[in-house]
């Protein structure tokens, strides 16, 4: 029965990888629908992500690719629909709403658990689209113990991803390994630049001529994740901090909605503190 | 009593009205919070739009610049406050949907009277927002008899500007000329390339490296209004006409919330068939 | 002796190619440094760019890819060395001037045999940098006149391609045809928007907001060649159009240095009217 | 006699400011040719830059205006004509060159004192253009005795503002005080991110999808001073560190003339650490 893949590979870099991989394709008869290939040079890695299509079983297919490539392959065979996210979000809406019409439109890919808040500002806006929120108020909470409320929410939920539509917190360390490699934050900033709290006031402060922002994954060091996209708006003397803010809602929304249709099309590989984007 | 005025004065230009209209704030012991003017050299017209704040009276503020300017003066004295807008759409939910999330956030400086599309689609979507959804089909009927029903339903409301946020049907001089100055229209490719149907498999069909969006007023020339917004995004030969108008989707919200942002705060004057904006 | 070549292959979609050309490199040892591929689904065309290095025959390696390829491939195996070209011009130094200076430094990967001008003006510019300057007036004689004048010193220099940096006069077809698919033009206006003479008057004109410069190949039909790269800039109302020219021109000679790179490093194929950019 | 200045301002704010100058311009019977104004709310300061035409005296308007303006105002008459200049640079000819090629074309509107460098490279390209080239080797030299030898070579010259085209070394706040608000530097980085050596690497150890290039003012803080213009290129996974540089290269001199030509212009003004730029 014809069906499509998503093939992901990376490994040490080896003669002959490409060579190999698609004998694996062509010995089965199949397609070829798209194949993109890269090789860091300075860290001898490979890189490959093929979409085939054709008559295969999914797990005899990963095998035969893991006999022909290097023992350290990461090898994925992703056969393609929705995955699951769960949104966290604090008060503003300019990101969750450009989601939330996006899943509307079924342009998301995705399906979302949930949406966890920890201000109630955003409750209509998310139920108007018959979606849970949940919002947990951090008032009289130590960061840790906050966290654990959210975490028992969010246990209820099986997800792919978690994205951070500008949730206003930090994350402390064990919430980011407890989900490690699957949280996506936008930050409102071109980082490296700004990093930290209010970036736009700094951006103001140090009177840069272009803002911009940053949607990344996140790691235990705040703001210093692999880079999924970036974006920027011109800006001039004339705009107060507040307005860069406003104006760069727009970068932010657009980034984030980029960067997650990205991971969400599995064109994203991490290595090291880089992404590699097919 | 405090308060703040736009004031908006086009006319010939002459020697100092700078100095005769400042004379005027002056004299009133009016605040100007920000001021700019500009000189068409080629058509010997000026433009200046000044934000005073102060204790005065609109109508004396308005002849007491009547006194200082040229007979053709053009002059407005506008209290801040938000305007009456009424949207038409067909099918497509990115761009409603934006102006729908901004209108929730309180960010559009604007009241949505009612949602007229032409087809059913976005039923869901605009009640979900408590926003009056009309839907008019155009089956069966000419393009002059769908204006007509269409104009009966827009005559229920009041409104300063109608904004087209991806309305798929092409607008009679009837239609255009009973609307002058007020329709805001977003074209999707990067004007004057392209115009008229299809315009991302135009641009897919040219092979461009760019593509882009438009915002502009609707005039009786299709396509041919003063331009308010553009901006572009790259592509390349990977994308189909189907990726590259789902990439550009993104472009056109945010020009055509720019360009009602401008709109909507007086910045835009509309001279032949240009636009000076503030 | 180990060496490096480019691979170029273009043809006619079909199953297994990859793994076929893949398994000619493999066979022969050879490391890929790099490889991309790409299928026009709509016109089932296969484009594939590989760069290898290893001990290797030119002849018998051209050899081998045609025994795997199909009959209509279109196979080159270039050894990577310094191209030739000859550049026409007019009156601007900037797009010139910016060839002259990466050529001084080392980094056009190209030599110039000769710039061929209409006007005398050029001349000091480019006999400071040593490279033979040939002015040739058109005052007094027909398009076909002038034209075989030009290529009766054109054809005095071998070269690979001709870059028309400013060269402000329209070709004949007889002009494209002798040296079909080897010009290279900069058209000062983000095409198609503005096809023909002076599109900074024409931007200037319709009002818009942005401005652009498109690098591509000449064929018969004027401005409407195969596009290599595109770029804009931002202008507004503020700007004349001698302005718009002046700001326009760092785009210009920016995306044209740009196309050339790509050109150079035989990274551009060439299909239909739109080209595939690796 | 029928002249024009440029008229530049700046005080702290006071009402009727605009008012009161515009009085001045239109008693003397002068056409104001363009104005622009601008408060910093925060700072309460008021900056103005007036392009008048007419018959006047510089220092009976340059008078006048202090009359109405507070006693802090600086208040600068300037008759346009070509600003001097000295260059300093080390091996890279990019920015240079491009400097060279537009001063070439009469589009500078400055005259090149003198280049110096710290290296012989790029000599016979300053001498293609008949300007004076004086290298000052820095080897066995501390940095001190280095730039004691490159200052008294600077003092020969009279200038206006001394352009640092990629000058690869680090001043002192000795030489930086020496000539306060008249350097201008390009660096390679979208400032402030990766302040200090080598911004390319460290934006490709951050694996960062955008890059950048600032023009600002020098100030004793490396890289801290008052940005005039940035802008950005994309980049990808693709690009080593050095085609990043590479690739850097037409940002950085695209962005230093555009600096240069609004300084050049008198369009830049500085307070405490920003620009306002008209």
Redesign the interface.
Known sequence: MEKRARVLIDCHDA??L???V??V??DR?L????????????KEKFFMRTVVSGDFDTDELNDALKTVCPDDARIRVIIPKNKKIVILATK???AL??I???N??G?LNAEIGCVIANHETLR??VE??NIPFISISADGLTRDEHEVKVMQEIQKYTFDYMVLAKYMRILTPTFVKAYSGKIINIHHS?????IGANPYKQAYE?????I?ATAHFVTDDLDEG???????I?V???L?WKEMQ?AGR?GEK?VL??ALALVLHDRVFVHD?????F
């Not at 140090?206 to 272009?210: A, E, F, L, S, Y």
């Not at 692999?226 to 920027?232: E, F, G, L, T």
């Open positions: 003669k002959g490409v060579y190999k698609s004998k394709f062509y008869d397609n070829i629908d798209s194949n993109r290939e890269f090789v860091d040079k300075e503003e809406s300019h709403g450009d939330l019409i996006r509307e439109a342009e209509t806006l108007r689209f071109f980082l490296p630049a700004f140090r009177g840069v001529k272009i911009g692999p880079i999924i996209a970036q974006n920027v011109p001039n003397h004339r107060s406003s727009d657009v909605s980029r503190n880089k992404t590699v984007i």
